[in-house]
């Protein structure tokens, strides 16, 4: 068993988002160093377009590269509607795919795919914030 207090593990983030009224841009980048082992790279391009005043369309594409690992490169996509039903209660639907290299193993769960497995999720559901 692995503490996570035991790794030696720094991240760095970035991330920006822009409105340009018709739709709005973000992009995300991330690097992650675990005790000198392994290292890797997340990034992310995204856009957020109204289609009506209460719907929204998503969309989502995401790479990331392991340096010490060979083939265990990833990306994914991920397309998604929200609707806002009241100020405080939004309905969504969306799809998500996570292509996995030969080792790969990233994934959208909190478990990790076996190595080389894609994974695909279809989600819908009700968000109500209190």
């Known amino acids: 068993m692995v503490r996570y207090d035991d790794l030696e593990m720094k991240s760095q983030n970035l991330g ?27 990034w992310g391009v995204g856009v957020e377009v109204p289609v009506s005043a209460k719907g929204t369309v998503h969309a989502v594409y995401s790479a990331s590269s392991v340096k010490t690992q060979n083939k265990a490169d990833s990306q994914g996509f991920s397309l998604a ?3 806002n039903l009241s100020k405080r209660t939004i309905a969504y639907a969306g799809l998500s795919w996570q292509d996995n290299e030969r080792n790969g193993t990233s994934g959208i769960w ?5 190595a080389g497995k894609d994974v695909k999720m279809l989600a819908a559901g009700i968000t109500h914030m209190f």
Request: charged residues 25%; glycine residues 2%.
């Open 16 to 42: 920006v988002a822009y409105d340009f009224g018709v739709l709005k841009a973000k992009a995300t980048y991330q690097r992650d160093k675990f005790m000198d082992l392994s290292a890797n790279k997340v």
């Open 110 to 114: 909190a478990t990790a795919p076996d």
């Open 81 to 83: 509607y929200t609707h």
